[in-house]
């Protein structure tokens, strides 16, 4: 019974208190004349009041320990006001800067906005998807934008040191997105604004009529020299015609290079790396993907990171840029062809409704022939896909039989 009698005076403190947080400060002020009431007009309430008493008296006997108790409640509840105010003001500044009437669509399993990537398609799609708003010459009103983190020198330091800043890159629909955004300086947002006409030309003024001034006499006349005689120049050396630049193997009709898989030579530790992150399916952002592009300004005749940088776009269904980085590769080393998974990313793209045209071309630049039973074998697994199947019997009929 006594236990059960200390649980409930301890909920109850709790409640008291929770009451006491969530007031506000009049209802508190009028909880404490309550409380003075209660100790000035009853039997208990003055008990109580003595007893504070006793304790005020001999604080100053107790002075140490007090002060310990007081500081760490007073730490305890600062922190504890610190977290909510921290949580109240971020709540608050989302609530303020978000809208009913604004979405921001990332890809799936994407936590924030750097680490999302939409492809063109997708962006093509969203435009034409139900439920856009649109302004009044009928275009969605619709931002594509990029997030990234960039390390930027630290103003005023004078070790060098850097900090990371969000960039984000924008275009004018983004204002449109945005009405309530208002640029702190002109130049800080594309703001058309109408130039006036430049001022009508005025006519010249008539040229002032020159002074007259009285000319000198003219010198005497002085015969003409006899011209010289023509003499017979000796015929010029024949001049040399350049050599006629030789035609391809592919203009002149002789074979293709044979094909060759460029990753059975050792590859270097930065493309080893990616190329162990591809084969587990991990898709890049543009960030994770700037090592690549460093390496093919620092090494232009591998064609390594163009296969890699092909592959990465594939994964994350960027078709067009896909197919763009393969034909680069390609031009570098025509033998690069027999990588695994180039040209299965290439006929993904050509039976792409965006990138068909892009993918069927390079397929028959890149492979030719070459590509037929690979590209039976995918019009057999897409034979239920009728848009694609009709791309893919296309580019199957522009090839040789």
Known sequence: MKFLKNLGLVLLTVVMLGVWIVLPWYGALALAALLALWMLLFRSGAQALSVASVGISTLT???GSSAVIVVGIA????????LLAMAEGYSQTQRNSGSEDTAIVMRGASANEVSSSLSR????QLEQAPGVARNAKGEPILSAETVVAANLPVKGSKTGDTGSAQVRGISEAAFAVRPNVKSPSPKAAPVHKEVPPPPPRLAPPPPAEPPKVALPAPPPLVPKPEPP????LPPPPPTEEPPEEEESPERKGQPRARARNPWKEPAPAALRSIRDKLNRNVHFTQKGLRPLYDYTHQNPDDPRPWLLLGRAYAQVDWY???VERY???YRVDSTCRGDPQMLPDLLKAAAHPTAGRAGARAIRDIYGVEAIPALEKEMKRRAAEKPASTRLAQLRETLPH
Do not use: F, H, M, P
């Not at 005689?229 to 017979?232: H, L």
């Open 61 to 63: 006997q107790r002075l």
């Open 75 to 82: 730490g305890v509840v600062g922190v504890l006001v610190s």
């Open 121 to 124: 398609e997708d962006i093509v």
């Open 229 to 232: 005689k023509a003499v017979a």
């Open 320 to 322: 067009s840029d896909s």
């Open 327 to 329: 034909v680069k590769a």
